[in-house]
């Protein structure tokens, strides 16, 4: 007899207020006053930064494809917190915060973002192309899950090298159901590689759902399949994603292991600039803006007595000239020259080895 399918069980999205205010007293206390200020800072600016994108982006100075990353900056900001400056970061094409977070100007990026030649990709790449290996960030890639077997590849130079470098692999979670994805996870537990891979689980592939397209729902167990260590994070919680890759940073330094995180999170803009968004109701979309990483993190350290009112604001204003100075920058930026049209498309360009 044939079975009916079964529904599957919602996933777990209840947080207990009392044991969330537990955990951040007890995180408060691990981190100094410095610290925690420049994570809300970083957030704030990838805020900011993306406000005035989309800004820029309906005037038509902004060409191209351009997806926004506000509502998940806790995942990128608290990861990125928790490496060195010469660990590695790939991730896909929503990576503008981070680039940022990884030690990308904030004027490098606005004017990649206007395709001028003072961009990080010296304008050739534009919204979904962010690199800069002066700070080892290797993209900003549009293929869906693309940047999976190469992080993997990073992760086995490095260690190849001797290196204790980690390196970080964000990814959304439809790139889950690509081929790529599991064999890169069987790879980095097989040959111990010192990968952390971080799913972004904002819960939509574009205007598809998590429950339309993925059988198993629960992605940090995927990770069983492959023996690798994994963790369910609250992505609207920047301390707890912190704390999480720092476990996971650990592992893989010492160790030379590999983790999955899965982050749980959510988009509050469209896919992208031209997203109707005909597949979410606004209802929806308030319910998760009620749990704002940002203003999670700011209430937090209003309550741990870390900053006061003034200071938040003096910390905007701050902020809001950093990005008005990136519009500067981007707009005064030269178109680049007909000549880049040649470079960068070969590591070793033909002709030029003798
Ligand atoms: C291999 C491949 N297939 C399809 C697409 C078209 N596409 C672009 S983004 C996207 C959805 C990806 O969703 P997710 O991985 O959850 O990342 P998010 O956009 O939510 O950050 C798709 C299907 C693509 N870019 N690459
Ligand atoms: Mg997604």
Redesign the pocket.
Known sequence: MEREAEEPPPPDTAVDPQAVKAAQKQRFAQLDRDTLIGIYRQMLLARRFEEKSAEAYSSGKIGGFC?LYIGQEAVAIGAISAIRKDDYVLT?Y?EHAHAIAKGVSADAVMAELYGKSGGCSRGKGGSMHMFDKEVNFLGGH????GQIPLATGVAFATKYKETDQVTLCF?????VNQGAFHESLNMAQLWKLPCIYIC?N?Q???GTSLERAMSLQDISQKACAYEIAAEFVDGMDVLAVREATLRAVERARKNYLPTLLEIRTY?FMG?SMSDPGNYRTRAEIERHQERDPLKLFSASLKEEEILSDAELQNIDTEVRAEVDQAIRFAEESAPPEAEELFTNIYADPIGEQE
Do not use: K
Request: glycine share 16%.
């Open positions: 997806h896909s929503r549009a293929i869906v899950g990814f959304g979670e439809a790139a972004e904002n939509y592939g574009m988009r896919h």
